[in-house]
């Protein structure tokens, strides 16, 4: 079975994107690199400069992936990936309103959920057949973790202070969640850190 899991670059004081969303300054990582990597959102193409540890990182993830949820947000500031999310899986989106252009579209990678967070979870998890599901976005990351959901969380911390933007643990209003390292990795320009949730 596979878990439900968060990953996201991060600042040291804790923002996963500046203000206006602005991510240059938590992805630059992904750019310092020596083994180029092409990846391709919608139509698009964009090349990558990733380390042989980053490379290893995104590969890991990449092959384990079955489904993502997102929450609207996500999906609204990501332009809907162009239509194809970058690591080419089913999006399961959490939305009280399904905009129309998708619903009416052949052969979306697309599915809209609107009756709960539960649901959202269980619909991806039905999508990944077996494999991990991702979490894309933070205040449904916050969500999955206040329902005591989310499995493990990755964060990719940069060492910069970006000083405000979008925080990802932003008043969870929750009991201390305790979590067990599962894995540290240096790399040029940040360092990888994974964790299990440890539940009750």
Not at 3 to 16: E, P, V
Request: charged share 25%.
């Amino acid at each position: 079975m596979g878990t439900l899991g968060a990953g996201f670059s991060m600042s040291l004081d804790g923002f996963i994107a500046g203000p206006d969303d602005d991510t240059q300054h938590v992805f630059a990582w992904m750019f310092q690199g020596d083994r180029d990597i092409q990846v391709t959102i919608g139509d698009e193409d964009l090349d990558l400069k990733l380390t042989e540890e980053g490379e290893g990182q995104r590969e890991g993830m990449a092959q384990a992936l079955g489904a993502i949820l997102s929450g609207r947000r996500m999906f609204e500031v990501a332009r809907a990936w162009g239509g194809k999310h970058p690591l080419d899986v089913p999006v399961v989106v959490l939305t009280h309103h399904p905009p129309q252009e998708w619903l009416d579209r052949a052969n979306s990678p697309f599915v809209f959920v609107t009756d709960g967070l539960e649901s959202a979870v269980a619909k991806a998890k039905e999508i990944a057949g077996g494999k991990n599901v991702g979490v894309g976005g933070a205040d449904i990351t916050r969500q999955c973790l206040k329902a005591g959901l989310l499995d493990e969380i990755g964060i990719d911390l940069v060492p910069v202070l970006l000083g405000r933007g979008v925080r990802l643990f932003e008043d969870l209003g929750i009991e201390p969640v305790m979590l067990e390292v599962l894995g540290v990795t240096p790399d040029t320009g940040v360092t990888h850190l994974r964790y299990r949730v440890v539940k009750p």
